[in-house]
């Protein structure tokens, strides 16, 4: 495959799993040279032909790119379908872990921080592990470079640094659940315990801001936190 192929099913790549808008996809097509080559008649076709403004279409097109493109013919992988910065639930997300082998783990500072790789197409990602809360996995698409030092200099990227960052991250994207018994949850405690001694700083109302709880909860929660491990954190006084 040459350059210009290559960078042609990236940009195919790109629009298929999101990285690239629909507006992007569609300015790009009409300016394309390359594209029309590349594709079988009937596929180019219905590219240049899509009315890009209806949903429908657009899901329709992306579903017959993502069957024609190189790497998905005869594979189980599923990385070029994956945003560069993908959020998945942990069963799907455990589909996709054991097509990867990991290469680095931060270690138990930061125990939900890896680097992994695709066995099948050798694309590397920063993992985040965030099972404690939402039952969800951040995947981010990093580069060889950056893959290269975290592996021999353990030099991580700024990323997934916190579980307060992938608790936000998470809120952000969507992912949140519902507890019942909020109160007594040993998860929501330990979770707090492990942010305040981050940020002994906090205040109990900013985990309303990245947590499934109101003030209230959250208040409660704290004073817990404080009575089982001594951190600090404000409470709301009443």
Not at 32 to 53: F, N, T
Not at 132 to 140: A, H, L, S, T, Y
Not at 168 to 180: A, F, P, Q
Not at 207 to 222: C, G, R, S, V, Y
Request: hydrophobic share 35%.
């Amino acid at each position: 495959m040459g350059k210009q192929d290559a960078e042609t099913w990236n940009r195919i790549r790109e629009f298929v799993r999101g990285d690239t808008t629909v507006e992007e996809f569609e300015y790009w097509i009409y300016q394309s040279q390359e594209i029309e080559a590349l594709l079988e008649p009937e596929d180019y076709l219905m590219i240049i032909s899509a009315d890009y403004s209806d949903y429908r279409q657009v899901y329709e097109l992306k579903s017959v790119l993502s069957r024609i493109l190189p790497e998905l013919q005869d594979t189980t992988c599923l990385c070029s379908k994956m945003l560069n910065l993908a959020d998945i639930g942990i069963f799907e997300a455990q589909r996709i872990l054991d097509l990867q082998s990991e290469l680095k783990r931060y270690g138990p500072s930061k125990w939900w921080l890896s680097c992994r790789r695709c066995n099948e197409c050798e694309q590397t990602w920063l993992v985040g592990e965030e099972a404690r809360i939402n039952d969800v996995i951040f995947f981010k698409r990093i580069d060889q470079d950056t893959t290269s030092k975290i592996v021999k200099s353990y030099t991580w990227p700024n990323l997934f640094m916190t579980y307060e960052e992938l608790l936000r991250l998470g809120k952000t994207r969507g992912r949140s659940v519902w507890y019942e018994d909020p109160e007594n949850s040993m998860e929501l405690i330990y979770t707090i315990i492990d942010i305040a001694k981050e940020r002994p700083d906090i205040h109990a109302y900013e985990f309303t801001e990245f947590l499934p709880i109101d003030i209230q909860t959250a208040n409660a929660l704290a004073l817990r936190a404080i009575d089982e491990s001594g951190v600090f954190i404000q409470v709301v006084k009443n």
